[in-house]
Each structure stands twice: as C-alpha cells, then as structure tokens.
C-alpha cells in the first residue's frame, strides 16, 4: 500500500521464554548426552550413537511441541487486540507469530504512532531487506585461497536453519 511502512510489531507480554523452559527436559536431556559422549570416541558405536542421536532428538521436539502448543494460546488474545487495531486503521497484518509474540505489518505513519505509545507493544522496527556482504565475509573467511586453490563451491548448497529457539547461543 502507498504510505505505508513494513514492521515487526514486538509485543510487550512474551510469556515463550519462561514456558520454554518450564518444558526442558535438562535432566533427561543431560543423562542422554552423558551416553553420548561416553560412546562417541569409541570405535564400532556407530548404531549406538545413532539410537542416543534419536533419543535426544526425540527428546528435545517432545518439549518443543509442548511448549509451542501451550505459547500460541498463551500470544493469542495480546495479538487479537494489536491485530484489530492494526485493521481499523487499515493497516494490513503480514503474519502472525505463532512461538514468539510478534506481528508483522504493513502500517501508516499515522499507526507507527498509536503503536509507539500501546500498553501492549514493546517495540516497533522497520523491516529492511538486508544483503550479503561479501566485501567483508569473503576476506574475513579467506575464501580467495580456496577459489585461487580450484575450490569454488560450484554445485554445492548450503543452507542455515536456526529456529530461534534456543536462547542459550
């Protein structure tokens, strides 16, 4: 829409961290690790290692989903309110977070305005479209050595999956 801004809305009550960790399972995480990495240096493991790889991941996405399915209800009547208010404005809500509570939206001066000063909103920032920046990263990972060494990536993908989960790295 003309005149308006895309924004991420942060909103003031964000209940995920504390029911992300009422949900850990750091004893039993902690036991299954322990196994780990008494058997990873050990040769002919390898099936071992794979069962404790599936126990800990299974580990881990069982308190995911228990948590993730106790934070959307807990978001949800905070995102309603900012959401009709962002519609009655004429704003128009790009997407709602479902883990963290937030909202993104396409939003008027106007509304940047309201926002700044509601009860329920913590922080509101423009969404900018950001680009690699290779005049730095390329030095600073000595990639020049490889591609003058004949390795220049070419046919490989890659790919960084980060769920914003865990808060600890």
Same mark, same amino acid.
């Given at each position: 829409k003309a005149g308006?801004? +895309?924004?991420? =809305?942060?909103?003031?009550?964000? +209940?995920?961290?504390? =029911?992300l960790a009422r949900h850990e399972r750091g004893t039993e995480v902690a036991a299954v690790e322990q196994r780990y990495r008494s058997v990873a240096n050990r040769a002919g493991q390898e099936s071992v290692l794979q069962a404790l790889r599936k126990e800990w991941d299974a580990l881990e996405i069982a308190a995911r989903q228990e948590a993730f399915a106790e934070i959307a209800p807990a978001i949800k009547p905070s995102q309603d309110a900012v959401e009709t208010l962002l519609l009655q404005s004429g704003s128009r809500v790009r997407r709602r977070f479902l883990s963290v509570n937030m909202i993104a939206a396409e939003v008027s001066v106007a509304t940047l305005d309201r926002l700044a000063v509601n009860p329920l909103v913590a922080e509101v920032f423009p969404l900018r479209t950001h680009f690699p920046q290779l005049q730095n990263s390329v030095p600073a990972l000595g990639a020049v050595t490889f591609w003058n060494a004949g390795f220049t990536g070419a046919g490989q993908s890659v790919a960084v999956l980060d769920t914003g989960v865990p808060l600890n790295h």
């Open positions: 308006s801004v +895309p924004v991420m =809305i942060v909103l003031s009550e964000q +209940p995920h961290r504390e =029911i």
